[in-house]
């Protein structure tokens, strides 16, 4: 059944990893024009919209998804919306948005230099990132916990053939049963 086949693990990776790197790359660039403040938020917002139809170019999927096959769609089969898109990316973009909030504690403490935050805000995002991973790789339905936070599911496109009703109706999820 579609519904219950499980997106390819190493373009989950690929994807993800693209993805990331847009963010990365918009970050450094950004931040030589705009500080690293204003680049963290932007980098962040990518994450977080990366999966939702406001990229229509992407057709509800991430760039790197995209490039690889993938799409993200809710558990009822429908296209991953704007909110969905923020819940499932959440722990992703806090490598980006955990600093700036550092930052600002760290900087009405005169201890603490405000850089510091930065670099514990990117530890702290990299364990969630190591979390994801974890979670791509052992869960069975390929299902990371943004996934479970949001109702979403990665899906092959190139599987799936026609369209998303088709998965829906295949899906045991979709019917409100665990499978």
Avoid at 3 to 14: H, L, S, T
Avoid at 97 to 107: C, D, E, K, R, T
Wanted: net charge neutral; proline share 3%; hydrophobic share 50%.
């Amino acid at each position: 059944m579609v519904g219950d086949i499980k997106a390819d693990e190493a373009k989950r990776i690929i994807a993800g990893a693209i993805d990331f790197g847009v963010a990365l790359i918009g970050f450094f660039i950004l931040g030589y024009f705009l500080g690293k403040f204003i680049a963290c938020l932007i980098a962040a917002a990518f994450l977080l919209l990366r999966d939702s139809p406001s990229l229509e170019l992407f057709d509800g999927a991430s760039p790197g998804k995209k490039m690889v096959g993938l799409k993200v769609l809710q558990v009822r089969g429908r296209t991953c919306d704007h909110v969905a898109s923020i819940k499932r990316n959440l722990t992703i973009a806090s490598f980006f948005l955990v600093s700036p909030i550092l930052v600002i504690v760290f900087a009405v403490m005169p201890f603490i230099d405000r850089g510091f935050g930065y670099l514990v805000g990117a530890g702290i995002g990299a364990l969630c990132l190591g979390v994801e991973l974890y979670e791509v790789m052992t869960d069975l339905r390929g299902r990371r916990l943004g996934d479970l936070l949001a109702g979403t599911r990665v899906i092959e496109t190139a599987f799936q053939g026609v369209d998303s009703r088709q998965w829906m109706t295949h899906n045991p999820e979709a019917e409100g049963r665990e499978a």
